[in-house]
Structures are given as structure tokens and as C-alpha cells.
């Protein structure tokens, strides 16, 4: 099966700019999850979807940053205006989701933001 | 939820086991304890899960002691390309799949 997949690869931006990154995850897996992971750091959480449904989103600095997953599948996080320490991997991730288990979470390549 | 505890880093050789402790004291009666691998460049990948006593797969072993207060990660036979950061995470399945990742252990295989 196809893993999941991001765009872009890679982004430079200048600080106070804008930027948005995609992810599509597996098909079939209704839980989505978006992470930052800073440079020797371990992922931490933005927010997690369960189909197209924000289930936890506690640590999104939501002042700049926004994610939507419309028809429970795509998502966009989008961060507006960066700051420096936004600086970092923007990892994507699905699981199968449900009550049933199923919550092995596929990561997919990451997006790596550079904030000048 | 419940926090985790890990060694920062571990050097090995190659051809040793290497056992890796995670301490996760205020867990959960519903939580289960999973395990992570990531490579430089690339996105966690898992390798196991448990709930208690001991679970086995192709890649490594999973040892979790009756009052499931920590866990250890077993890697038979390591190889170079088993340098790599391991992460112990804690959480529900029921709830969402709910699960957090700490700072993890680096793992560093020398020949």
C-alpha cells in the first residue's frame, strides 16, 4: 500500500511569511496526526484528527497555527506569520483509528522548515 | 497521562543485545506501552507493542514486569543500522489512540 505522503520536502521561508504544508495519509485511516519535531527532539504533538474531527489539539500555538482535514481525508497545517522557532521537521502520520486498536501510527518523509 | 522516563543514550557493538528501560510510573490501567525506531532524516517507524508480561516480534522483544510501571525494549544481535533514537510511548487505544512521544534514547552500534 502507498505510505503517507507530504509536500513540500523542503521550505525556506523569511520570518512573519507564510507557509503551508500538505499530507495525505493512508487510504482507509481515519485518525491523522501532524508533529513538530525540533532539532534533537523527540515529535511532539500538534493535532490529532479522528476522521475530519479535531480530537486533540492542545499544544497548536493557534495564533499562527491552523490545520483543517475537510472530508476526513487531505489535511493542510498552515502556519501564519512564522516565527524563528517555528524552525523544524513537520512530521505527518495516520493510524487506522477506532475502538477496535489499529493505532500503529505510519509517519510519512516530513517537511523540513527553515525559518530565516 | 501518563509520562515516560529513558535513558538519554546507550552505546553497543555489533553482535550484543541491547535492552533499553523505560520507566512510565503513573500509567494507566487501559494504556498500552509502545515502541518507536527513527533514523536520521526520516519519521518514526514502529516496532512493538504490549500490554504486559512479554511480547515477541520478528525485529524485538517487549518485557513488561506485572505492576507494568516500566518496560524494557530487547534488541537481539544488533547491527550498525541499528543506531537509530528509540522512543517508549505510553497511552489508550480506546481513547483515540492517544499517544505521546518523550525524548527517546539514542542508540549508538559501534563495530
Known amino acids: 500500500e502507498a505510505g503517507v505522503a507530504q509536500s513540500p520536502r523542503y521550505k525556506i521561508i523569511e520570518k512573519r511569511q507564510s507557509v503551508a504544508f500538505w499530507c495525505n495519509p493512508i487510504?482507509?485511516?481515519?485518525?491523522l496526526y501532524w508533529y513538530q519535531q525540533i532539532l534533537g527532539q523527540g515529535p511532539k504533538l500538534l493535532i490529532q484528527f479522528q476522521n475530519n474531527g479535531v480530537v486533540d489539539d492542545s499544544q497548536l500555538p493557534k495564533d499562527r497555527f491552523s490545520a483543517e482535514r475537510l472530508k476526513g481525508v487531505d489535511s493542510t497545517l498552515k502556519i501564519q506569520p512564522a516565527k524563528l522557532e517555528d524552525s523544524a521537521v513537520y512530521l505527518c502520520?495516520?493510524?487506522?483509528?477506532?475502538?477496535?486498536?489499529?493505532?500503529?501510527?505510519?509517519f510519512g518523509p516530513g517537511t523540513r522548515l527553515t525559518v530565516l | 497521562l501518563a509520562k515516560t522516563t529513558q535513558p538519554i543514550s546507550m552505546d553497543s557493538y555489533e553482535g550484543q543485545e541491547v535492552n533499553i528501560t523505560c520507566s512510565h510510573n503513573n500509567i494507566a490501567t487501559n494504556d498500552y506501552i509502545t515502541w518507536y525506531q527513527q533514523f536520521p532524516s526520516q519519521g518514526p517507524r514502529f516496532i512493538i507493542q504490549?500490554?504486559?508480561t512479554k511480547v515477541t516480534n520478528e525485529v524485538a522483544s517487549l518485557f513488561i514486569p506485572a505492576d507494568r510501571k516500566s518496560s524494557t525494549l530487547s534488541l537481539p544481535r544488533v547491527s550498525l543500522s541499528d543506531t537509530a533514537v528509540y522512543y517508549c510511548?505510553?497511552?489508550?487505544?480506546?481513547?483515540?489512540?492517544?499517544?505521546?512521544f518523550g525524548s527517546g534514547t539514542k542508540l549508538n552500534v559501534k563495530p
Open positions: 502520520a495516520s493510524s487506522r483509528g477506532g475502538l477496535a486498536g489499529g493505532n500503529e501510527q505510519f
Open positions: 487510504s482507509g485511516h481515519a485518525t
Open positions: 504490549g500490554y504486559k
Open positions: 510511548l505510553v497511552g489508550a487505544q480506546y481513547n483515540f489512540n492517544k499517544f505521546y
